[in-house]
């Protein structure tokens, strides 16, 4: 499956090395001001290159719209997109093009299909987000039109974790740092962590939460097609995610249902709130008008650059070091790939919502 939505629908294709990384958004609806500097900034967040904690990789990953937008608006048909790769190294991958990389999708593709790209991943790269970003930018173009708005932020690496509430931080902080944390001292600790694990040749895993204001009650459907579900499902296939949990996630195993429930109040604005927002801003699926909250684990980037064990195509023990330029710490990238990728759910189930009134 290379298509992700029911109505706001991304199709993405390419590969690292090759020509271009692309899509087509489907179902964006008509008449919606396209800022195309607006989508390249959201490229821009994702980009290699941007600092000292990343990949040395420098691609300008420019975006070229095909179709689907005039005068600066979208014409409701379908939105083409390329963005070309300019600067693969894909020498740096010649000793792993007869062998397996562990924790990589190297073999699973090989038994899948028979044949592989060893290029940097091929289509299992994470490179291939940058589509992701793109249909997210655009999702938040139609989100901004009903008021909804997508934020996310690195809230640990490693062991240096910020409180959970994140009530308690200035989220509009988050692009002022390299690691894209709120918190000033939390971030610098990160960053000095970061930048350890890269002298050493390893990697280091953590935590994106992702916040979303202003959605509506009444999104998701009460059986297959909860609201909760659709934003597991859509971070979980992200590169390196390990994980996926809402409101109180699991921590909510520690307290007890007079601790966990949402107490309805009466509200002048709403009709209808809740006291507290354990759940999340979703019950039985559906969105209850609170905001939605959620944290995504990643792994640490499988791509180290020590001596590792492995096997060669005919099974074969052997060696190998990895080459070239990676990412110690996926996470100040993966921010905008997660908010893209909520954004889509969201305008998804906003539309279906829409589609499904009489």
Do not use: W
């Amino acid at each position: 499956m290379n298509t992700f939505g029911n109505i706001f629908r991304l199709t993405t294709f390419g590969e690292s090395h090759g020509e271009a990384i692309g899509g087509v958004v489907d179902g964006m609806p008509a008449g919606i001001d396209v800022d195309v500097k607006f989508i390249q900034e959201e490229l821009n967040r994702r980009r290699p290159g941007q600092s000292k904690i990343t990949t040395s990789r420098q691609e300008p990953d420019q975006v070229e719209l095909l179709s689907g937008v005039f005068e600066g608006k979208s014409t409701g048909c379908p939105i083409g997109f390329i963005v070309r790769n300019t600067n693969q190294h894909s020498q740096d991958y010649e000793n792993m093009r007869c062998l397996f990389r562990p924790s990589h999708a190297d073999y699973t593709y090989y038994n899948k299909y028979g044949v592989r790209d060893h290029r940097g991943g091929g289509r299992s790269s994470a490179r291939i987000t940058i589509s992701r970003c793109v249909g997210g930018a655009l999702a938040k173009m139609v989100l901004r039109e009903y008021g909804i708005s997508v934020q996310a932020y690195t809230s640990q690496v490693g062991d240096i974790a910020l409180d959970r509430d994140y009530h308690r931080y200035d989220l509009s902080q988050t692009e002022s740092n390299a690691v894209r944390c709120p918190d000033p001292e939390k971030a610098a600790e990160m960053e000095a962590l970061i930048a350890k694990v890269k002298a050493e040749g390893d990697t280091i895993g953590g935590i994106i939460t992702c916040v979303i204001k202003g959605c509506p009650a009444g999104l998701g459907e009460p059986e297959f097609g909860k609201l909760h579900a659709a934003l597991g499902s859509a971070m979980l296939s992200i590169n390196a995610v390990k994980g996926f949990e809402y409101g109180e996630g699991f921590d909510c195993v520690n307290t007890r249902g007079s601790e966990q429930n949402d107490i309805f109040a009466p509200s002048s604005e709403q009709g209808v709130t809740t006291r507290t927002n354990h759940s999340g801003g979703i019950q039985g699926g559906i969105s209850n008008g609170q905001d939605i909250y959620f944290r995504v684990a990643f792994k640490p980037v499988a791509t180290i650059l020590k001596e590792q064990e492995t096997v060669d195509l005919e099974g074969n023990p052997t060696l190998f070091t990895a080459r070239g330029r990676h990412d110690p710490c996926v996470l100040p990238r993966a921010v905008p790939v997660v908010e893209a990728m909520a954004a889509m759910t969201i305008a998804d189930f906003y539309l279906l919502g829409k589609a499904g009134k009489r």
